[in-house]
T-cell receptor, first 110, second 116 residues
């Protein structure tokens, strides 16, 4: 079993739709959590950190459930420019080692 | 602020040949990482340096891969000899030293390696 699991998609949604991505992690000692975005043939870039209380950045909302070892990302009012792969990332702790999921591909259609 | 620099951007070699990749991290970043990203997968950490010391190389195939960061700044990753399954994008990242788990990793553009 992979340490970080995501649905690879693709998710094909129309502009303006709301879309949600889910992710589970297996190591209960994981300390911090992130969503990274990766455009085609580009490097990953940090989208947002994920906190237990939930956090929001514009149209993006991230949520962490430590008890269920579950992370989510909600995108509201999808734009064409949101089309990318969204990587769920877990930080194991002391050495800042990041464990990446396989990514979920989002394609927003006009 | 200049980002993480990597070269070359693309490399095509035949199996059993050798190849080397270079990375220059963001100025002042003490920690440097090399990742391998195979098509359709997330990046996988190969090796992590803090200054010129190795923090984690548990997933580095040491029979063929080597990496160094001699002066604690730029780094080289080498594959010798290459296998077909080494075809991937090799990403370098760097981060400052700070509170554990709280500092962002910044990625370079990567080197796309094709082994034929």
């Amino acid at each position: 079993r992979k340490e970080v699991e995501q649905d690879p998609g693709p998710f094909n949604v129309p502009e303006g739709a709301t879309v949600a991505f889910n992710c589970t992690y297996s190591n209960s000692a994981s300390q911090s959590f992130f969503w990274y975005r990766q455009d085609c043939r580009k490097e990953p870039k940090l989208l947002m950190s994920v906190y237990s209380s939930g956090n929001e950045d514009g149209r993006f909302t991230a949520q962490l459930n430590r008890a269920s070892q579950y992370i989510s990302l909600l995108i509201r009012d999808s734009k064409l420019s949101d089309s990318a792969t969204y990587l769920c990332v877990v930080n194991r702790g002391a050495t800042n080692k990041l464990i990446f999921g396989t990514g979920t591909l989002l394609a927003v259609q006009p | 602020e200049a980002g993480v620099a990597q070269s070359p951007r693309y490399k095509i070699i035949e199996k059993r040949q050798s190849v080397a990749f270079w990375c220059n991290p963001i100025s002042g970043h003490a920690t440097l990482y090399w990742y391998q990203q195979i098509l359709g997968q997330g990046p996988k950490l190969l090796i992590q340096f803090q200054n010129n010391g190795v923090v984690d190389d548990s997933q580095l195939p040491k029979d063929r891969f080597s990496a160094e960061r001699l002066k604690g700044v730029d780094s080289t990753l080498k594959i010798q000899p290459a296998k077909l399954e080494d075809s991937a994008v090799y990403l370098c990242a760097s981060s400052p030293v700070g509170r554990q788990g709280e500092y962002e990793q910044y990625f370079g553009p990567g080197t796309r390696l094709t082994v034929t």
